[in-house]
């Protein structure tokens, strides 16, 4: 445990800033007498074994698993659209920011209508998890922030009527289902399956 904490302390210190000749603040505490600097760290799940999914569950779950190396790529285009539209937008004044927004969907309508058109139900609800598991926003919050809280009830409803929510949100400490998705998508990243 004291191991952990000084490795800790040592990666807090190198990251400060102060070896790139800048000027970085940071929270400390006071830790045995000397000042440290303090960072939160989002939580890491450590699995006992290698092997995030047992052979058991790979087959018990080969399409959910499909299902999740179908739409992934989809979710990451998507963050990154986001983000990229974000720090544009960001820059812009505000009277130019709803055009770069209505320009932006275009472009993704354009992209991926019809692609996306040939997809599932059951792969439409796993692109909606991944979505907020990627972005940490449901497509709900997403819409609502960028084109307002009438356009994104308009889809929702629209959506409840083909039955899925877009206000579902990704809670694998929580929910079976999403954390058998994590740890999916963890697999596919290591290359375990």
Do not use: W
């Amino acid at each position: 445990m004291k191991r952990l904490k000084l490795i800790m302390i040592m990666a807090a210190l190198m990251v400060s800033g102060r070896a790139f000749g800048q000027e970085h603040y940071t929270f400390g505490t006071v830790l045995d007498g000397d000042t440290v600097p303090l960072y939160y760290l989002r939580e890491v799940t450590v699995y006992s074994s290698g092997m995030l999914l047992t052979p058991k569950e790979i087959r018990q779950n080969a399409k959910l698993i499909k299902n999740v190396r179908l739409m992934r790529p989809y979710a990451l285009e998507g963050k990154h659209r986001l983000d990229k539209l974000e720090v544009e937008i960001a820059a812009l004044p505000r009277r130019d920011r709803r055009a770069a927004i209505k320009e932006a969907e275009r472009q993704l309508l354009a992209d991926y209508k019809g692609e996306l058109s040939n997809y599932t139900f059951s792969q439409g609800l796993v692109l909606i998890k991944l979505i907020d598991r990627e972005t940490n926003r449901s497509a709900y919050k997403i819409v609502g922030e960028l084109r307002g809280s009438l356009r994104a009830g308009l889809y929702q409803a629209i959506a409840r009527l083909f039955g899925y929510n877009l206000k579902d949100t990704f809670d694998p400490k929580h929910n079976k289902k999403d954390d058998l998705i994590d740890r999916i998508c963890i697999s596919i990243d290591r290359g375990q399956i």
